[in-house]
């Protein structure tokens, strides 16, 4: 009962007049991001990081997690009226749900995505209050060995997941963590490759980072190809957004697998909101009597993935608050928003902070609700938005971002860093290398770096530490398992298979 | 006729990836060079352009090779950072420079991207070299750095053979008009919001980042630059309430 007690303060938490204005700003923001193409969500919470600075922790906390799950629902009206995901999670939902669209049936489409990504965001919600504290005091026994096992799981699940070749996903993960290196050492406080530059002592942001890679490298790339991406808007007025009985007949057990698929991909390491959407797509496809139908309007194929990523973007903050540990990059900025408001994430947070963690859980619940009038009754304001044209849209953006670097430490050298990154972004999508688990990398290398000297100076330099005690060992052979069926040929085809989804 | 083709059009592309890999073999030290001219100028300190010029020449060319012998004989003296600079980045790469010669790259995204980014990894092994490493069982500062270096010299290497073993897509097309605007307008935000203010900075970077793209209307991009200067100059000092200078230095003062 100690849940019920939990939440209710939550709830008491985020029903204050300014975490409820937080609340409603990030699903607002979160829509608007998901809706425009070209602007990721990564590069929007690293671009609003700063502005947090003069937020409570609470509210700058809520207003974060509700642009991800926001951008969830904004990426599912691009993807079915334009044929442009919005997002990278709603890629596959483009397929049936653009298919629907051109049979006159956007509207059922738009409101099925949103039933299911509303009824996953209230499952996933309560998931988080349920395994919450059982996992904390899971989280409580772990000692340095653990923890450096647990990352290693970590960032061997974030390769699994990662589209492309194996071994580019390893090498950028460990790019990552060379770049995490940079700056003083936390042990000896050598300053560690930063050739003099007293700006480069502090160790390089990873919001300038983040920023670069995803937000500049993105803006580079989309220039490319032409300013004017085309964009085929369904052009007739949205009439009906009720769906039929049979609609709802159809897309309710794909809603249901959904969630659970992405309520599980969520809380796995490394995974997230992009995968998920993916499996459980291919999921549906597999499971359909008639697996033709798939790309010519079927109603689960927009109900399944919509679920399933709205589902993993509020998982994904299981490990976050419970572990300390961020499973995907976003969350990697999470961390990065916490230690702004001086919050170490981790298993004391639960503890020391029930107002921000049950606050932050209630919100994700209100913030559904909110997401769901955002979006179905006001769809064409967001129809409007998308006639803004590229040409301005990204002028805008590089700017908002070079203000956003700027103000967070006021050093125009941070600035001038994130467009050094922008480059390096832009050479990694040339040479097909994925920047996310770079990112990741980044984030856990301090972590990992540490809990990697403590065990080995517990265990007086001894490396069987990590397979004497057991739950490392365990952890330490599912991370070998998993790499080894990743490498095999037979998982290898069909893990092409789940991605090559997208390019149909 | 068209294998004969073929294979001329990979002869032609291999030199030129060649002659890239020797440039980036001695970037780190025209990057010095180039540097170090400011400093005649007496912009930043360190060393001015003739050291820099003949203390890397002679590394390449002599130290480097004797060091190595040394080495070889048993002779532990200290090595100068510019020898290591060239024993441990330069020489690497022009080895596999001069390899690229002989190979067929049947996927030159793949050669080219894992080389460059073993190149990285080299120099982040060159730049963690001047820190301790192990002391006794516990790790020095540059244990780690030395040791995530190493594997990823050993990853790239993979990347890079995989570009030699099986077929894959080519060098992609890089453009240059918007990586230079963006990038432009990004430096003069960077080297302008301090002397210049926020309002000035921001307008000015709007307009350099529009030409990044050959269908900006000019009129149309002034109007809503402006527009997005006001926003911002709004926002960010007074509704987040971050300080930062809003107009020019010389016009405030």
């Given at each position: ?481 998993l790499l080894l069926l990743t490498v095999l040929p037979a998982l290898r085809a069909k893990r092409d298979e789940v991605f090559t989804e997208s390019e149909n | 006729m068209a294998e004969t083709m073929g294979h001329s059009a990979t002869a032609t592309r291999n030199t030129s990836v060649v002659i890239g890999f ?232």
């Open positions: 009962m100690e849940l019920f007690a939990n939440l209710a303060h939550g709830f008491a938490v985020a029903f204050s007049p300014i975490n409820l204005l937080m609340c409603l700003i990030g699903a607002l923001v979160g829509t608007l991001v998901g809706v425009l193409p070209g602007i990721g969500t990564i590069a929007t919470v690293a671009m609003l990081l700063p502005i947090t600075f003069g937020l409570p922790p609470v509210g700058a906390l809520i207003m974060l997690a509700g642009i991800y799950y926001g951008a969830q629902y904004g990426g599912s009206t691009t993807s079915i009226l334009v044929n442009i995901p919005g997002e990278a999670t709603s890629v596959v939902t483009a397929i049936d749900g653009h298919a629907m669209a051109k049979q006159g049936r956007a509207g059922p489409a738009l409101a099925i995505a949103a039933i299911g990504s509303f009824f996953a965001g209230c499952v996933a919600t309560v998931l988080i209050a349920v395994l919450g504290a059982p996992l904390t005091k899971l989280a409580l026994a772990f000692g340095p060995a653990e923890y450096f096992s647990l990352m290693v799981l970590g960032l061997i699940f974030a390769v699994v997941l990662a589209k492309g070749s194996v071994l580019k996903a390893i090498a950028m993960i460990v790019f990552g963590l060379l770049l995490s290196m940079v700056g003083s050492d936390i042990e000896t406080g050598a300053s560690r490759m930063a050739f003099n530059i007293p700006e480069l002592a502090d160790g390089l942001g990873f919001a300038t980072v983040a920023m670069g890679v995803f937000g500049f490298a993105e803006i580079i790339r989309n220039l490319d190809a032409g300013a004017e991406m085309n964009r085929d808007l369904v052009q007739q007025k949205i009439t009906g957004l009720m769906p039929t009985r049979k609609d709802l007949k159809d897309s309710t057990p794909a809603i249901l697998r959904g969630t659970v698929l992405g309520s599980i991909l969520g809380i796995l390491p490394g995974g997230g909101a992009v995968i998920a959407s993916f499996a459980a797509y291919t999921l549906e496809k597999k499971l359909a009597k008639d697996p033709k139908r798939f790309g010519r309007g079927a109603i689960e194929g927009v109900a399944a993935p919509e679920s399933a990523n709205n589902a993993a973007a509020q998982t994904s903050f299981i490990p976050l608050l419970t572990l300390g540990i961020p499973p995907n990059a976003v969350m990697a900025l999470m961390v990065g928003a916490m230690t702004i408001h001086g919050i170490v994430p981790g298993p004391q947070v639960m503890q020391k902070q029930p107002d921000l963690v049950w606050g932050m859980i209630a919100s994700m619940w209100i913030g559904n609700l909110m997401l769901i009038i955002i979006n179905l009754p006001l769809v064409g304001i967001w129809v409007r938005l998308l006639r803004v044209p590229y040409r301005l849209m990204f002028p805008s953006i590089v700017i908002f971002c070079a203000i956003g670097i700027y103000s967070v430490n006021n050093a125009p050298v941070d600035v001038i860093l994130a467009g050094v990154f922008g480059l390096v972004g832009y050479w990694l999508i040339k040479h097909d290398f994925e920047p996310a688990p770079l990112l990741l990398g980044m984030v856990l290398g301090p972590l990992m770096e540490e809990n990697l000297r403590r065990a080995l100076l517990i265990s007086r330099g001894d490396w069987s530490v990590f397979l004497t005690r057991p739950l490392s060992a365990v952890l330490l052979a599912i991370s070998f398992g | 020797c440039l980036l073999a001695i970037a780190p030290q025209i990057f010095e060079f180039i540097w170090s001219i400011g400093t005649i100028f007496g912009w930043g300190a360190g060393r001015g352009p003739a050291t820099v010029l003949i203390s890397h020449v002679t590394a390449l060319v002599a130290g480097a090779p004797a060091a190595l012998i040394g080495a070889a004989g048993g002779d532990t003296k200290k090595m100068s950072s510019d020898v290591l600079l060239a024993l441990i980045y330069s020489y690497p790469i022009f080895a596999v420079a001069i390899l690229t010669l002989f190979m067929t790259i049947r996927s030159a995204q793949d050669y080219v991207g894992g080389i460059i980014l073993m190149a990285l990894a080299l120099f982040a092994l060159w730049a963690s070299s001047d820190l301790q490493g192990m002391r006794g069982f516990s790790f020095g500062a540059g244990t780690a750095p030395r040791m995530f270096g190493g594997l990823l010299v050993a990853l790239s290497a993979g990347i890079a053979l995989t570009g030699l073993m099986t077929d894959g897509p080519g060098m992609s097309h890089y453009s240059w008009r918007g990586p230079l605007f963006v990038m432009v307008a990004i430096l003069f935000f960077a080297l302008a919001i301090r002397p210049l203010g926020l309002v000035v900075s921001a307008f000015v970077s709007f307009m350099i980042a529009a030409t990044g793209s050959h269908e900006t209307r000019w009129v149309e991009a002034a109007i809503v630059g402006a527009c997005l200067t006001v926003g911002c100059a709004i926002l960010f000092p007074y509704v987040l309430g971050l300080p930062m200078p809003m107009f020019p230095r010389f016009l405030v003062q």
